[in-house]
């Protein structure tokens, strides 16, 4: 069972939250809100794993907070168990179409509450961990594709927000075909592997970004970086997949394996996401591919 779960309790009656609080506070962090527009300023500002929401409160019921927190794509996967006094069939059947996972009736039963919660936390975290290995790429354990796009739409409204410029490049191993051709498959699965590793390495930002894009190209996002700094960065890490000194023995190659790489920057203008970012990127890299390879090509 997660120990130390951040849990949002909103009730505006003192006695209720106390009886919550005494509950729970031994094994969870617990954060208060009298008000259902309170409840939900402190969800997007800290997320809490678990909402336990009263439907009477002094501004707006909790049925329309949990319709306002589902409706937000930021919120609408925290969980919310709706805490009321109204015991009718018919409301719990309305709370739960509403999207909260449970529906606690008062007066409460701390041991009830505990029970109930830590059940719903324990699901959580499954749940969590299921979605972490949806979003990894399982040959490097880097992030996928998927992950990628989701980063770059986020990224990308903040830039869009602040002013701020992005960069993205596109990487790709030159000649992987023949490598895997010539070495075998297994080889070519420790290659990516290795690729994967020296590009997260080579990232030193905590805000920067790689994924595996597709067989052996690879993509990272740099927020709030201008294309010189990109260059910089992008340019380190091809030097240091170069200075791996993998053997490409092939035929045709008789040397050692490189990557050429594709960059390109925009300040976001619009709010939805523009993928010229994107085409950019692949066309500056197909130019360093036409220019000899082993090198970085921009715009």
Known sequence: MPIDSNILVVDDDPINVQIIANALFKTHRINVATTGLNALRITQEQMPDLILLDIGLP??????????????????????VFIT????????????????????????????????VNNQLLLKHKTDQLEQLAMLDSLTAIPNRR?????????????QRKSREIAVALLDIDYFKQYNDHYGHAAGDRCLQLVAKTISESLHRPMDF?????????????????????????????????????RHEHPDIQGQ???????????????????????????????????????????
């Not at 994924?211 to 960065?233: H, K, N, Q």
């Not at 950019?280 to 715009?299: C, H, I, P, S, V």
């Open 59 to 80: 501004d707006i019921s909790g049925y329309e907070v949990c319709k306002m927190l589902k409706r937000n794509s930021v919120t609408r996967h925290v969980p919310v």
């Open 85 to 116: 006094a109204r015991d009718t069939d018919l409301d719990e059947l309305h709370g739960l179409e509403l999207g909260a996972i449970d529906y606690i009736r008062k007066p409460f039963s701390p041991a009830l509450i505990r029970a109930r």
């Open 147 to 159: 992950n990628f796009e989701q980063e770059l739409s986020k990224v990308w409204s903040v830039a």
């Open 210 to 246: 790689v994924a595996r894009y597709g067989g052996e190209e690879f993509v990272m996002i740099f927020p709030d970086s201008t294309l010189d700094e990109t260059i910089m960065v992008a340019e380190k890490v091809r030097e240091n997949i170069e200075n791996l000194h993998i």
């Open 257 to 299: 394996l490189t990557v050429s790489i594709g960059v390109a920057s925009t300040i976001p203008t619009q709010h939805k996401m523009d993928r010229h970012i994107l085409e950019e990127a692949d066309k500056n890299l197909y130019r360093a591919k036409k220019m000899g390879r082993n090198q970085l090509f921009q715009a």
